[in-house]
T-cell receptor, first 114, second 114 residues
Framework: ETGVTQSPTHLIKTRGQQVTLRCSSQ?????VSWYQQALGQGPQFIFQ???????GRGNFPPRFSGLQFPNYSSELNVNALELDDSALYLC?????????????FGPGTRLTVT | AQSVSQHNHHVILSEAASLELGCNYS??????LFWYVQYPGQHLQLLLK??????LVKGIKGFEAEFIKSKFSFNLRKPSVQWSDTAEYFC????????????FGIGTKLQVIP
């Protein structure tokens, strides 16, 4: 167990709907990253939040957005869901220091879009 | 472009056999490299990491990896695998400093036969 929790575990939505996924970071971690893992693929970086600001983004459209709260928990919001958004969504928390970093992953939220 | 490639997508070994999983990266600048493991039904766990210093890195459960800068490689090794090593293994990399975008390889499914 890493101390990173995600909710819900599973979710089924219809194309065109909106979804919010939640993540609680490991205690003391000030950075959270979100990843999408499609079936048979490695996780793909969506974006990262550091001290409540987005400080990096992968190749995902603006309908993927996020928030980080003062307690470092985070949300991932996806608008106008498409069938291809069906995937496992992973949250990872880390502590940003001057040197390297380690990301600790949560169990993920399995999103199915029908 | 930053990329991580894994050569073997599916590996089947007998118990006690030696393991080597290939990973190559394409990054400019100083790189942080990781191997993650995902056991069936569990979340991603960090096996080992390389930030700097000794290029031979030892991780948990008897795994090690060697960073060879001239070959842009970070191969994972274990001298003698066990049935409990059956899992999916992901190589990942990111630039040190800045924001922590981590790029994952496609993953290698390892099946160890008793």
């Amino acid at each position: 167990e890493t101390g990173v929790t995600q909710s819900p575990t599973h979710l089924i939505k219809t194309r065109g709907q909106q979804v919010t996924l939640r993540c609680s970071s490991q205690s003391g971690h000030n950075t959270v990253s979100w990843y999408q893992q499609a079936l048979g693929q490695g996780p793909q970086f969506i974006f990262q939040y550091y001290r409540e600001e987005e400080n990096g983004r992968g190749n995902f459209p603006p309908r993927f957005s996020g928030l980080q709260f003062p307690n470092y928990s985070s949300e991932l919001n996806v608008n106008a869901l498409e069938l291809d958004d069906s995937a496992l969504y992973l949250c990872a928390s880390s502590l940003q220091t001057g040197g390297g970093y380690e990301q600790y992953f949560g169990p993920g939220t399995r999103l199915t879009v029908t | 472009a930053q990329s991580v490639s894994q050569h073997n997508h599916h590996v089947i070994l007998s118990e006690a056999a030696s393991l080597e999983l290939g990973c190559n990266y394409s990054y400019g600048g100083t790189v942080n490299l990781f191997w993650y493991v995902q056991y069936p039904g569990q979340h991603l766990q960090l096996l080992l990491k390389y930030f700097s210093g000794d290029p031979l890195v030892k991780g948990i459960k008897g795994f090690e990896a060697e960073f060879i800068k001239s070959k842009f490689s970070f191969n994972l090794r274990k001298p003698s695998v066990q049935w409990s090593d059956t899992a999916e293994y992901f190589c990942a990399g990111g630039n040190s400093g800045g924001y922590q975008k981590v790029t994952f390889g496609i993953g290698t499914k390892l099946q160890v036969i008793p």
